[in-house]
């Protein structure tokens, strides 16, 4: 595994699960951060350049969501469910990004 691999795995295990404004404040952290490391692994080959556009766009619609969940218009119900949303949208984007880098080698179409 190397660092970008170990640095996803880490970012994942931080994605937190529960609306506080301090969650919102580290989701935010953790967006920005994730778009950091997608724009390294673009650069590592072409394959990834090539490939990588579905894992950028999921980050806007993500943000979105923070963004409500952190409206003091909305309910505190509402709050938790568009944080919910966007965790668990985040997760599997990133499981997804996490399997399809794998060690960072892929060269290739495969």
């Known amino acids: 595994m190397n ?3 170990q640095e ?3 970012l994942f295990d931080r994605i937190p699960r529960r609306h506080t404004p301090d969650n919102v404040k ?3 952290s953790i967006l ?3 778009e950091n490391l997608l724009q390294n692994i673009e650069a590592e080959s072409i394959f990834y350049e090539q490939n990588i556009s579905e894992f950028f766009e999921a980050i806007d619609p993500i943000r979105a ?6 409206d003091n218009k ?8 568009y944080f919910d949303e966007a965790s668990g949208k985040l997760k599997d984007s990133m499981e997804a ?3 399809f880098y794998a060690d960072g080698t ?3 179409q495969h």
């Not at 969501?65 to 952190?70: N, Q, V, W």
């Not at 909305?74 to 469910?81: N, R, Y």
Request: hydrophobic share 30%; glycine share 0%; net charge positive.
């Open 8 to 10: 996803l795995h880490a």
């Open 97 to 99: 990004l996490i399997n």
């Open 26 to 28: 580290e989701f935010y």
């Open 74 to 81: 909305a309910s505190k119900k509402m709050k938790d469910s």
């Open 3 to 5: 660092s970008t691999s």
């Open 106 to 108: 892929r060269k290739d």
């Open 65 to 70: 969501l923070i963004k409500k969940s952190a």
């Open 32 to 34: 920005d951060e994730h």
